[in-house]
Every structure is written in C-alpha cells, then in structure tokens.
C-alpha cells in the first residue's frame, strides 16, 4: 500500500481544515487507516483510526470532538477533517495503515505497515 498525504497549511486558531490521504494498492481495501501527528520535539502522537470493517472511528482524547475521519472508498482517500483548532495542534500529520489492527493496538506506530510522508499543519494564536 502507498500513502500520499496532502491539504496541510497555515490556518487562525478556531479555524478548519481538511487534510487528506490518498492510497493505492491491490489490497488497500482490507486495511485500517489512521493519521498521526508529529510536534517538533515531541513524539508522534495518535490522532484518528478508521477500522476496516464496519467503518468503525477511534479518536485521540485531545482530538475528540473537534477533528473527524472519514474515508471516500470511490477516491481512494482517507481524509482528516480539524475543526476548532488550536495552536498545539501544530504539527506534521502523517496517515499511516495497518492489515490488523484492533483498538488495543491502535495508538501504537508498530501496530502499522504503511506510512505516508506527512503534510505541515500550522495553527497560529
């Protein structure tokens, strides 16, 4: 599977904006897709996970409420709406993707195969 992520820039605080991830393979559709994020000097935290089965979400305790994923399985992307955000939710937001995982599982980086390049997300005060 290839991940190519995208939509990041510069926004106001309790502004919006989309980011989003395109996947290809043969198999894509039998993965689970989550984004992360990156500060700098901070490890890469979870933000969302969409499951592959049923369309199931999971979201990060800072995240929850203000940010949404979704998939688009006709264009092949996954996509991170960020609504009301905040200046520490600056960071590079990576989408990464897994053949199994299961919500024990889904805050951790090892828990998945693929990995995108990440985009920029800016969010001035």
């Known amino acids: 599977v290839q991940l190519q992520a995208s939509g990041g820039g510069l926004v106001q605080a309790g502004g919006s904006l989309r980011v989003s991830c395109i996947y290809s393979g043969r198999t894509s559709s039998a993965y689970s897709f989550s984004w992360f994020r990156q500060a700098p000097g901070k490890e890469r935290e979870f933000v969302a996970a969409t499951f592959r089965s049923g369309g199931t979400t999971f979201y990060g305790d800072s995240v929850k409420g203000r940010f949404t994923i979704s998939k688009d399985r006709a264009k092949n992307t996954v996509y991170l709406q960020m609504n009301s955000l905040r200046p520490e939710d600056t960071a590079v937001y990576f989408c990464?993707?897994?053949?199994?995982?299961?919500?024990?599982?889904?805050?951790?980086?090892?828990?998945?195969?693929?990995w995108g390049q990440g985009t920029q997300v800016t969010v001035s005060s």
């Open positions: 990464a993707a897994s053949s199994s995982l299961i919500t024990s599982t889904v805050r951790r980086e090892s828990a998945y195969t693929y």
